[in-house]
């Protein structure tokens, strides 16, 4: 038996790794954002007031994110494979 190479089909039917991996860097960026807005308050709850720090924190995660998630879209729009494809895992 031989080792067939995937076909054009194939590869569009399988979700596109990059697209996966561009996907999780986002996610991360996501799931940071929402850490730093947690601790944020968890220091505004301890009466830490001076907790000026995060927004800047919080500014760079936010840039994070949308590059991230341009980073994504781009991929998708330029590489022609479909977000659809990420949620079906074989
Ligand atoms: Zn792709």
Redesign the pocket.
């Known amino acids: 038996m031989e080792i067939e190479q995937p076909n054009k089909t194939e590869l569009n039917a399988t979700v596109?790794s990059?697209?996966r991996r561009l996907l999780d860097m986002f996610g991360e960026a996501v799931q940071e954002l929402l850490l730093l807005h947690e601790q944020q308050f968890l220091a505004i709850v301890a009466g830490d007031l001076d907790s000026n720090r995060f927004d800047l924190l919080i500014h760079m995660a936010n840039e994070k994110k949308q590059q991230a998630k341009y980073a994504y879209l781009q991929?998708?729009d330029t590489?022609?494979?479909s977000a659809n494809n990420v949620t079906d895992e074989r």
């Open positions: 596109c990059q697209q991929h998708v590489h022609g494979c």
